[in-house]
């Protein structure tokens, strides 16, 4: 992982004309963005939430499982903010495979998958019936569930922000992208199998926001940061109400204490 | 200060238990009139803290099994799903999984306090070295919780450390690897692990809670040890357990408990890995397989060893060595208050710990200011075996301690200390 074997013909090649350091393809660090839940008080933003959601199912889900989100997360306070009916519209527009019939099949005459609508109770299903289909479609590659991404990953949302938009630079002489690979100097190694995901104007956001490349990671970042983390404001603000408590009972023991001990000194 | 019982039955009811199962008697004696040392300092109060951690472990540990599925394929979902749809589960997991930092954290603070004050020395050996009992204990549930979310260290963490065993085929042929076999109940880390480390998980906190009885116990019989370290000689040197120390202690509690809440709801995930937010997976191994930190200063000591048999001979040995501690201080004064040498090895001690702790978490060929840590780390693990076997027995013989004071109530009262306090 740290170090690229470059092929013994290119290594030589370079060995005439500069002195043979291995390069550290080692990952950049993280790029430096501003999250709305960044911070002890920080909370997801709605708009964000929504627009990022919005470019997680044009674009991401084509490759990308979600598997542990189910649609009635969805209107789940702490949220998107969608109403349970918008929840359920959006669930109803997904196929979910369905369970052996009546007559044990699962595929029809034709020979196609059986599937009904969605309802609030199912998760988001997979693009790819398993891992040999997504490879299969994707170069060999297997693109990883997003559901858990944020919290898989050093460097969080930061992390994905910085995937999606760190495509498109010229690799530093020396490294060789490899085929059916792609330059992300984010990515360890630097060889990403993911093509670049986004370009500007790729959704069009109902709320007016311009849909750059930039805009939209941050906005699919900040999703993704939800859907591995759908109880951070209530952890929060627990937490928020748990400590003033805790600090006031601090100092109620305290002053027990000295009051106890002072007839001791 | 195992004396005379000075619990009076009060009413009618008390009196008929009393005769018949003194349980009221013996609360009594070893919670309200205790005689406690009055010098105890904040480093006294960790003792609380840890029975409190071992029950914070246990009470959201139960809740946690009511909802984990111990299967190979269903028990990282069955965690994800305590995080998203059990109500409030993910608060039970983080107090879980942030409390067993909490926990090590307490007990690396009580055994250093230990170390210092010479609390092993006698007639307190038996605490020390159920202490040290309770310690490895920890160190094991610990580890099969650690297995139990199914994620990327877990299984690898769990390859790694179980295959420390098959280390033993370099004295007995196949032996090691029968031994491996066994554990895993399979021929790798797989659902038959899991089953048994959720057994075991379960099983290991009650005995710890058994052994706990029995260092508490053994703690009454000699009394506590005091920053001083020296022996309590009148009523003078005491205060009754309550409420001087139950109300120190609740207060030392609560700002514990504060701090666990900063993590639990702020930074959950401070002392996890990221990598173990993804399911397990034998067929892709990652970069750097990390312990837990509170392991760390003994996995340096591991990896340091280059070859496995005597890195495993070293790491059981920096363990087995604690339980000797009591016999390798030649001092007869306890405190290193007075110990003006010992003290400066306790604290390049505590360095060294923490150094071998910082190796650990580095990958193995890592190198800070132009030297490999691999050998950072085999110096650290020098100095730990030196510190107990080699310093400890010199220093308690050559150092002049310092003069102690005459009393503990002179200590605190100051010369004039003839008036009783209470």
């Known amino acids: 992982?740290?170090?690229?074997?470059?092929?013994?013909?290119?290594?030589?090649?370079?060995?005439?004309?500069?002195?043979?350091?291995?390069?550290?393809?080692?990952?950049?660090?993280?790029?430096?963005?501003?999250?709305?839940?960044?911070?002890?008080?920080?909370t997801y933003d709605q708009g964000a939430l929504q627009r990022g959601f919005q470019v997680y199912k044009e674009v991401c889900s084509a490759c990308h499982n979600l598997d542990h989100v189910a649609f009635h997360n969805l209107d789940e306070p702490g949220g998107l903010g969608f109403t349970e009916a918008q929840a359920k519209a959006i669930a109803a527009g997904y196929k979910i495979p369905v369970d052996p019939n009546d007559k044990g099949d699962i595929f029809d005459d034709k020979g196609v998958r059986l599937t009904r609508a969605g309802t609030l109770a199912d998760k988001?299903?997979?693009?790819?019936?398993?891992?040999?289909?997504?490879?299969?479609?994707?170069?060999?590659?297997?693109?990883?569930?997003?559901?858990?991404?944020?919290?898989?990953?050093?460097?969080?949302?930061?992390?994905?922000?910085?995937?999606?938009?760190?495509?498109?630079?010229?690799?530093?002489?020396?490294?060789?992208?490899?085929?059916?690979?792609?330059?992300?100097?984010y990515f360890e190694g630097w060889n990403i199998g993911m093509p670049p995901p986004l370009t500007d104007d790729m959704v069009t956001y109902s709320d007016g926001t311009k849909a750059t490349v930039a805009q939209e990671a941050h906005d699919v970042a900040t999703f993704l940061a939800w859907a591995s983390d759908p109880k951070m404001e209530e952890r929060k603000r627990m937490g928020f109400g748990a400590l003033v408590f805790l600090i006031v009972l601090a100092g109620l023991l305290f002053f027990s204490y000295r009051r106890v001990w002072a007839d001791l000194h | 200060m195992s004396g005379q019982s000075t619990y009076t039955p009060k009413s009618g009811l008390e009196k008929w238990i009393d005769q018949r199962l003194p349980l009221p008697r013996l609360m009594h004696d070893t919670m309200t009139t205790f005689p406690t040392p009055r010098n105890l300092n904040i480093w006294y109060t960790f003792g609380g803290i840890l029975t409190f951690c071992l029950g914070v472990q246990i009470v959201s540990g139960i809740v946690l099994a009511m909802h984990y599925v111990p299967n190979a394929s269903m028990a990282f979902d069955s965690v994800e799903s305590i995080m998203r749809d059990v109500?409030?589960?993910?608060?039970?997991?983080?107090?879980?999984?942030?409390?067993?930092?909490?926990?090590?954290?307490?007990?690396?603070?009580?055994?250093?306090?230990?170390?210092?004050?010479?609390?092993?020395?006698?007639?307190?050996?038996?605490?020390?070295?159920?202490?040290?009992?309770?310690y490895v204990l920890m160190m094991a549930t610990a580890f099969f919780g650690y297995v139990l979310p199914w994620g990327q260290?877990?299984?690898?963490?769990?390859?790694?450390?179980?295959?420390?065993?098959?280390?033993?085929?370099?004295?007995?042929?196949?032996?090691?690897?029968?031994?491996?076999?066994?554990?895993?109940?399979?021929?790798?880390?797989?659902?038959?692990?899991?089953?048994?480390?959720?057994?075991?998980?379960?099983?290991?906190?009650?005995?710890?809670?058994g052994v706990v009885g029995l260092h508490i116990w053994a703690l009454?019989?000699?009394?506590?040890?005091?920053?001083?370290?020296?022996?309590?000689?009148?009523?003078?040197?005491?205060?009754?357990?309550?409420?001087?120390?139950?109300?120190?202690d609740a207060f030392y509690l609560c700002c514990f408990v504060a701090l666990f809440a900063v993590f639990v709801f702020y930074a959950p995930n401070f002392f996890g890995n990221p990598d173990n937010y993804q399911q397990a997976n034998p067929l892709v191994t990652p970069p750097d397989i990390v312990p837990e930190w509170y392991l760390l200063p003994f996995y340096a000591m591991l990896r340091s060893i280059p070859q496995k048999l005597i890195g495993v001979l070293v790491l059981v040995g920096s363990l087995v060595?604690?339980?000797?501690?009591?016999?390798?201080?030649?001092?007869?004064?306890?405190?290193?208050?007075?110990?003006?040498?010992?003290?400066?090895?306790?604290?390049?001690?505590?360095?060294?710990?923490?150094?071998?702790?910082?190796?650990?978490?580095?990958?193995?060929?890592?190198?800070?200011?132009?030297?490999?840590?691999?050998?950072?780390?085999?110096?650290?693990?020098?100095?730990y075996f030196a510190y107990f076997w080699v310093i400890m027995p010199i220093v308690g013989l050559i150092e002049t301690p310092k003069k102690l004071p005459a009393s503990i109530a002179q200590s605190v009262l100051g010369e004039s200390a003839a008036a009783p306090a209470e």
């Open chain 2, 153 to 209: 260290m877990s299984f690898w963490g769990a390859t790694v450390i179980t295959s420390l065993f098959s280390s033993i085929d370099q004295i007995v042929p196949h032996l090691g690897t029968a031994i491996t076999t066994w554990l895993w109940g399979d021929f790798a880390v797989g659902d038959a692990t899991l089953n048994r480390f959720f057994s075991l998980h379960y099983l290991l906190p009650f005995i710890i809670a």
């Open chain 2, 87 to 134: 109500n409030y589960g993910w608060l039970m997991r983080y107090i879980h999984s942030t409390g067993a930092s909490m926990f090590f954290l307490a007990v690396y603070i009580h055994m250093f306090r230990g170390l210092y004050y010479g609390s092993y020395k006698a007639p307190r050996e038996l605490i020390w070295i159920i202490g040290v009992l309770i």
């Open chain 2, 220 to 248: 009454h019989v000699p009394g506590n040890n005091n920053p001083l370290g020296i022996d309590v000689k009148s009523p003078q040197d005491t205060v009754p357990f309550h409420p001087y120390y139950t109300v120190k």
């Open chain 1, 1 to 42: 992982m740290m170090r690229i074997a470059l092929p013994l013909g290119l290594a030589l090649g370079l060995l005439a004309a500069v002195p043979a350091v291995a390069l550290d393809t080692t990952k950049l660090p993280v790029k430096d963005v501003d999250f709305s839940f960044d911070g002890p008080f920080g």
């Open chain 1, 124 to 185: 988001f299903p997979p693009p790819f019936a398993n891992e040999e289909a997504a490879r299969a479609n994707n170069d060999g590659n297997l693109p990883p569930d997003l559901s858990m991404i944020v919290k898989a990953r050093d460097g969080g949302a930061h992390y994905v922000y910085s995937i999606i938009t760190g495509f498109k630079m010229t690799p530093p002489k020396g490294f060789t992208v490899t085929t059916g690979k792609y330059y992300n100097p």
């Open chain 2, 321 to 383: 060595t604690l339980v000797f501690i009591p016999w390798l201080d030649t001092s007869r004064v306890r405190s290193c208050r007075f110990r003006p040498l010992m003290k400066q090895f306790f604290w390049a001690f505590a360095v060294d710990a923490v150094l071998l702790g910082y190796c650990g978490a580095q990958s193995v060929d890592a190198v800070a200011f132009g030297i490999p840590l691999v050998w950072v780390a085999r110096l650290g693990t020098i100095y």
